[in-house]
């Protein structure tokens, strides 16, 4: 054996000595998972020990599991949520983090600090706090609840006040008690068997001194008080759980944008400012080129993020009402731990989220590769 050749030889040897130890993890903490999670995708496991001594006894069924998830309408609807927050993700939180990120490296706004410091606050709280949080501004004694019922309370006694001057003055008249269920609309109708004349018999056993308690009772009883029951609509119900995912990540974003934006030789920019440069042309020719890699990069991070959005959701709406709110990941848990305890079913589910979160990825590789920019 030549001299090279034995070179060559210790050289492989040292460098799968040096490799072997992460490779043997990564085969334990990530391949393995995955092929077992094929395997159970397309098995009929149903719990209990796998191997050895009194086993469970299953055995491998082909890709029937894979074939109930998409006949399953809610896998679509999780799907279609997912995606809402891909977009949400990749078209909200990286703009918005992207100019924040400039305003702050251009010193466009005082306290470039502090506004950092507050818009990265939210990524830094607990995700379970941030849903309890949020939870409870959007419940029916939350802040906004208080803020619109009392605006409601406000005009409903101010069209009121111009109907009557207290119980002795009012009149009970068919028209003019119409006129007062007109202010609470159809709802304040409803509360009633024959609106006009039980709301005169109501109105009828007040004193002519309590007027201020008949303006207040008749507020109580007609206004319409908001309730978060409209977000059980299917076509809303996702718009607060996007809300409170640009809010909380979109920090994170400015921080890297910003951290890469402070790379970039200042000198250029100033030559272009000298050179008659606005600040959007700055943005458009010098800083967006050279952060091409980075937003690519938060790209695949928030589209990884985003198919995997379980705990924030759950913890905002408890996956949900009637699942519309439903996502991948919360679909996989309710087949896992709910229920039957599908366990083939929610590994397929899993895969299936694998594969749409590579397609993504690729696909936004590809639209680096064929109009990004090239990073410097």
Known sequence: ???????????????????????????????????????LSVSNYSGGKMFGENAEKWSLVGFAQYLRVVKDP????ALKNN?????????????LGFVFAYIIYRRLVKAPGFWQGVLYVPNIISIIVVGLLWQSIFSPNGPIAQVVNDLARGEFQGKLSGLMD?????????????????????????????????????????????????????TNLLVNRWTPEFLNVKEVAMLPILFVILWMYTGMYLILFLANM?????????????????????M????????????????????SGS???????????????????????????????????????????????????????????????????KEE
């Open 1 to 39: 054996m030549t001299h090279a050749k034995r070179i060559d030889r210790e050289a492989g040897r040292a460098y799968w000595m040096m490799i072997l130890p992460a490779f043997l993890i990564y085969l334990a903490v990530m391949a393995f998972p995955i092929v077992l999670s094929f395997i």
């Open 74 to 77: 809610w896998f679509w609807n």
């Open 83 to 95: 995606l809402y927050i891909v977009g949400i993700s990749v078209f909200g939180q990286l703009p």
């Open 166 to 218: 207290g119980v002795g003055h009012l009149d009970l008249s068919d028209g003019a008690l119409s006129r007062i269920l007109d202010l609470g609309g159809q709802a304040a109708r409803d509360m009633f068997t024959d609106p006009v004349p039980e709301l005169r018999d109501l109105l009828s056993s007040y004193g002519a001194e309590e007027g201020a308690m008949v303006a207040n009772d008749l």
């Open 262 to 282: 402070q790379k970039i030789d200042a000198q250029i920019i100033e030559s272009a400012r000298i050179d008659g440069a606005n600040e959007m042309q700055v």
């Open 284 to 303: 458009r020719h010098i800083i967006i080129p050279a952060l091409t890699g980075t937003i690519v990069n938060s790209a695949i991070l928030a589209i």
């Open 307 to 373: 198919l995997s959005s379980f705990a924030l959701i759950f913890a905002l709406t408890g996956g949900g009402p009637g699942r519309i709110t439903e996502i991948l990941s919360i679909y996989m848990y309710r087949s896992a731990m709910s229920g039957s305890r599908d366990y083939p079913l929610a590994n397929a589910i899993a895969l299936i989220m694998v594969v749409i979160s590579i397609l993504l990825i690729v696909l936004t590789k590809a639209i680096e590769k064929r109009w990004g920019g």
